[in-house]
């Protein structure tokens, strides 16, 4: 079902060996002066003495034949025009206050974005070691529900609020394309801002997304759309990735809420996991459910339990990690005003006195350390 292991590595050619031996090309198209001042002192520092086109006569030619190719926003407009064959390695370059035309840019060649003057030090490590996801300090923390119904969605929810009230920069991901809407249980159905096929082109990487994502509760939000013709709608598995590694460099926390369902996009976010909660009902069938998810679910970092209970349990917390052979992260007890809670508009875990808010921050505050497993 699940898959989060790594990608195989192509097989070794003598082309492969003669490409990691040669000087990487690098192609900078801008005729903003001071960008290209700032654009070659990255390029400097990690060794390489780029090509200088001031606009796109030449770019054609070389396009396929060079190792990266930076875009300056003053010429994105440009290159677009030229309807070139989409490859990797292109970064748009410009300044933050440039923001919105540089995500729109980055969106329509399928580039990552390299904002001056914070984007500097991404763009060297990515010049510096191509193909790299330049993941940032940020925590990347999936959440999984182990059975249906089990309020997955409520969790990564309350969690998100939860964190932001300790001060945290928190995004919250719905990358469960059938969920019952991460904006509908946070009431921010009707704030502006961007949803999943806003982003559906996007690659590499984002730059920060905060301002251009709908904020409440002291959290960033990117949900799934609703209507005619996108509701429903899997990221994919790039979208993700280059949201996931992008949000891990502008903020503390990275929430998923996850399909239970196998796609490439659930197979891309628990590959690129740090974290991964599970969350289970204290019952035989809730139990039940999630052995047989357990048994199909192959990633590369720490898992954990969110065990839920309610008055008619019949099992305990510890029964339940013991039987499923997993570390027991947290305890949640059966919280009746959620339900009514959410009817109304109010996010989950926004009292500080509720039951779901105190084990939340139990969790957070209880989180093994970030790492991958061996």
Known sequence: MFRGSLRESPAHTPDMEQQR???????????????LEDVLSVTAAVGLEPEVHPDVSGLRRRWSTVSAVLVGADQAERVAGLRLPRR????????????DALHRWSLELGASVAAFPTGANWLSGALAAPGSRGRGPGTILGVLG???????STVVA???????????????????????????????????????????????HLGDLRGQLPHVEGC??????????????????????AVLGSAAQSHDLVLVDLPRASTPASGAALGMADLLVLVVR???????????LVADLEVGCPVGLLVRTDRVRSLT??????????????????????????????????????????????????????????
Do not use: K, Q
């Open 220 to 241: 960033d939000l990117l949900a799934m759309a609703r209507g005619a013709g996108v509701g429903g709608r899997d990221p994919g598995p790039e979208p993700l990735e």
């Open 317 to 374: 917390p510890d029964a339940v990690a013991e039987g499923l052979d997993l570390p027991l992260w947290g305890v949640c007890p059966d919280d009746r005003m959620v339900p009514l809670a959410a009817e109304r508009g109010d996010p989950p875990g926004r009292s500080t006195r509720s039951p779901l808010a105190g084990a939340c921050r139990a969790l957070l505050d209880h989180l093994p350390a970030r790492g991958r497993a061996a």
């Open 88 to 99: 990797g390695d292109v970064v748009v370059v410009g300044r933050e206050s440039e923001h």
């Open 158 to 204: 309350a969690l998100g609020v939860v964190a932001a009230r300790d001060h945290r920069s928190v995004l919250l991901v719905e990358a469960d394309p059938y969920g019952g809407g991460l904006d509908l249980l946070l009431g921010a159905e009707r704030l502006p801002g961007w949803r999943w096929p806003r982003l559906a082109g996007a690659r590499g």
């Open 282 to 292: 204290a019952n035989v069938g809730g139990a039940a459910a999630a052995r047989e």
């Open 146 to 152: 182990g059975s249906g119904g089990v309020g997955a």
């Open 21 to 35: 031996s040669s000087p990487r090309s690098v192609v900078v198209v801008t005729a903003d002066a001071d960008l």
